[in-house]
Structures are given as C-alpha cells and as structure tokens.
C-alpha cells in the first residue's frame, strides 16, 4: 500500500472503462476497482474486468451484484429483445439502454468509497459515443455528485466526494489513443454487446461498430477477437 489517494474505478472491462482506469492510475491514485454484475447477457466483460484489473494494478477489485435483469426493459438483460445491429437512430434512445444502471453503479461505488475513505471516484462515461444514454451526459454527472454531497456522512461532515468522468468530451479514437500512450493493452477487454463465452465480438452491435471505428479511427490495429472476419 502506498500514500497515495485512493479511487473507486467502476470497471465493466471494456474500452472505456479500462482507459479510465489506466488515467486514475496515471494521476496517482491507488484504485479500488468495481465491477457489477447486473444480469448483463454479455458476462464475458466481467471476466475481462478480472484480467484488466489485475493488468493495471487496482489495488484491489470487487465484483457486485444486483439483478436489473429481473425488470427487463432493455436488450442487455432481456434475452426476449434483440440487440440491434443495424445502427441507432439518431436522436433516439436505443434498446440497448439500462433503465437506472449508472445511477445503480454509482451508488455501490459509493457506498464503497465511504467505506474506503475514498474521496474519488472515476466513471468511463461518454458524451459522444453514448448512443443516446441520458445517464452519460455531463448533467447526470453533475446531478449525482451534487445528491452525493447530501447524503452521505462524508458529504455532511465537509468532504464530499468527486465524480471523476474523464472521457466524457473524447471520442472513440482519442479515448484509444489516450489508453495506448498510458500502455493499455485493449487486447484484454470486451466491449461487444453480444460477446460469446471466450470473450469473441459479434462485430454488428453498436459497441462494436464504435469500437471498431475508434481504432480505425486512431490508426491502429483493432485486437478484438470476432466470432468472423471483419473485412
């Protein structure tokens, strides 16, 4: 253990969250990563968040569980609604959105960093390629920190906590290029919507048609294993 600060790092172990953990870790934290369990269909992440965990030196990792799944409402719990793979309306929310998951994820992180005596906490998300997610906007940040300051002894007793979202204004290719000059291996994370068992990316939903056009984007080689060729 070091002298340093301590953070929670909510880790789902894709691109986003992973870079997000290597600039915490930059900034001189000491990270206690946070994975949930919410009844995802693509689980395949959780296992990736054990391997990036490790691989980026959290000090420690823990995996929550609560299951959104039992609600439905959204194709990534709900194995009787499709994930889309024909591209997102824009200006629609798509199906792919969880009713409440970064409100349900931040609120863990939380009660961890209380318990920690963390005063940080860092969130992986993104403003310009959220598809729409009303719980990625800088607003929602904002609001949740402000609710944090309230009602939390540490908040009352004068020091709150910070909800750090350091990617919020980046887009897929500077977040790829941030990662790789911070010596993250994206190699070792899922981000596929519909990932296979062995972590192998579908190449059609969303998740990976931003992935895929982040690394492009940034030229560089895209390692996400496919379930087949992209061409």
């Known amino acids: 253990?070091?002298?340093?600060?301590?953070?929670?790092?909510?880790?789902?172990?894709?691109?986003?969250?992973?870079?997000?953990?290597?600039?915490?870790?930059?900034?001189?934290?000491?990270?206690?990563?946070?994975s949930v369990e919410y009844g995802q269909r693509h689980a395949a992440e959780l296992t990736a968040s054990r391997r990036v965990a490790t691989a980026l030196g959290a000090i420690e990792h823990?995996?929550?569980?609560?299951?959104?799944?039992?609600?439905?409402?959204?194709?990534?719990?709900?194995?009787?609604?499709?994930?889309?793979?024909?591209?997102?309306?824009?200006?629609?929310?798509?199906?792919t959105y969880v009713p409440a998951r970064n409100t349900v994820m931040l609120s863990l992180a939380l009660?961890?960093?209380?318990?920690?005596?963390?005063?940080?906490?860092?969130?992986?998300?993104?403003?310009?390629?959220?598809?729409g997610?009303?719980?990625?906007?800088?607003?929602?940040?904002?609001?949740?920190?402000?609710?944090?300051k309230l009602g939390t002894k540490a908040g009352v007793e004068g020091a709150p906590l910070n909800i750090h979202a350091p990617?919020?204004?980046?887009?897929?290719a500077a977040i790829v290029a941030r990662g790789l000059s911070l010596g993250v291996d994206y190699g070792l994370t899922v981000s596929c919507y519909q990932?296979?068992?062995?972590?192998?990316a579908c190449?059609?939903?969303?998740?990976?048609?931003?992935?895929?056009?982040g690394f492009e984007a940034a030229g560089v080689a895209d390692p996400t294993p496919y379930v087949q060729p992209q061409g």
Do not use: H
Not at 167 to 172: A, E, H, Q, S, V
């Open 1 to 34: 253990m070091t002298d340093n600060k301590r953070a929670v790092v909510l880790l789902s172990g894709g691109l986003d969250s992973t870079t997000c953990l290597a600039i915490a870790r930059s900034e001189g934290f000491d990270c206690y990563a946070l």
């Open 62 to 95: 823990r995996l929550a569980r609560v299951d959104l799944g039992q609600f439905g409402g959204s194709a990534l719990t709900d194995a009787g609604i499709a994930v889309p793979v024909g591209g997102v309306e824009s200006g629609t929310i798509p199906v």
């Open 111 to 131: 009660a961890w960093a209380e318990v920690l005596n963390a005063r940080d906490i860092f969130i992986g998300v993104n403003a310009v390629d959220c598809s």
């Open 133 to 148: 997610y009303p719980d990625c906007r800088p607003a929602f940040i904002e609001a949740f920190e402000n609710m944090a």
């Open 167 to 172: 990617l919020m204004t980046l887009d897929k």
């Open 195 to 200: 990932a296979d068992s062995s972590g192998r």
């Open 203 to 213: 190449g059609l939903c969303d998740a990976c048609r931003l992935r895929r056009a």
